[in-house]
């Protein structure tokens, strides 16, 4: 089975604007989740998304969005973008409540 | 906040050596879980060890979890240079929610 996908791998912002990530699970894969790593804060839980439902939402303000389509594959988006915002975004996509598969990451620089 | 904190930071040891990291959590688990991440790259899943469970081995990885005190620990034996990477502990606060340490970077040296 192909693995996680994500896309794109590397984009480059300026503060402001914003920007749309995309994830598409493994094929069977209903749930998936996205995290936030940086030097600073590690790697942190934003959400994760069920059957097109959020069920979970980490400690985000709301610039910080996201969601499923019926084929899984889910967007995140961030608007108005900060400084802070520059971080390696990781989503990960699971059939059971334990393991979690982890797609490459897209690199968000935002300037 | 993260659930987990991980000992040491940063580990180097020679090739053929056996590397040890620890990580404590806070809260009560149903699992807690392993991941390797290559220079910023995706996370690996390596293994899962249940509450209920005190080890585990997968290859030359072996995981202990000691829930009274909180706190796992994983051995990676007779090193290799692909071994060079950051390792991270996850817990399970919530279904499909995992909390990460700050990870052990570890180097292993040719």
């Known amino acids: 089975k192909a693995g996680v996908t994500q896309t794109p791998r590397y984009l480059i912002k300026t503060r402001g604007q914003q920007v749309t990530l995309s994830c598409s699970p493994i094929s069977g894969h209903r749930s998936v989740s996205w995290y936030q790593q940086t030097p600073g804060q590690g790697l942190q839980f934003l959400f994760e998304?069920?059957?097109?439902?959020?069920?979970n939402k980490g400690n985000f303000p709301g610039r910080f969005s996201g969601r499923q389509f019926s084929n899984s594959r889910s967007e995140m988006n961030v608007s108005t973008l900060e400084l802070g915002d520059s971080a390696l975004y990781l989503c990960?996509?699971?059939?059971?409540?334990?393991?979690?598969?982890f797609g490459p990451g897209t690199r968000l620089t935002v300037l | 906040s993260q659930q987990g904190e991980e000992d040491p930071q940063a580990l180097s040891i020679q090739e053929g050596e056996n590397a040890t990291m620890n990580c404590s959590y806070k809260?009560?688990?149903?699992?807690l879980q392993w991941y390797r991440q290559n220079s910023g790259r995706g996370l690996v899943h390596l293994i899962l060890?249940?509450?209920?469970?005190r080890e585990k081995h997968s290859g030359r990885l072996r995981v202990t979890l000691d829930t009274s005190k909180k706190s796992s620990s994983l051995l990676i034996t007779a090193s290799r240079a692909a071994d060079t990477a950051s390792y991270f502990c996850a817990t399970d606060t919530d279904d499909y929610k995992l909390s990460f340490g700050a990870g052990t970077t570890v180097t292993v040296r040719a």
């Open positions: 060890i249940r509450s209920n469970e």
């Open positions: 990960a996509s699971s059939l059971a409540p334990d393991t979690q598969y």
């Open positions: 998304y069920f059957s097109e439902t959020q069920r």
């Open positions: 809260t009560s688990i149903n699992n």
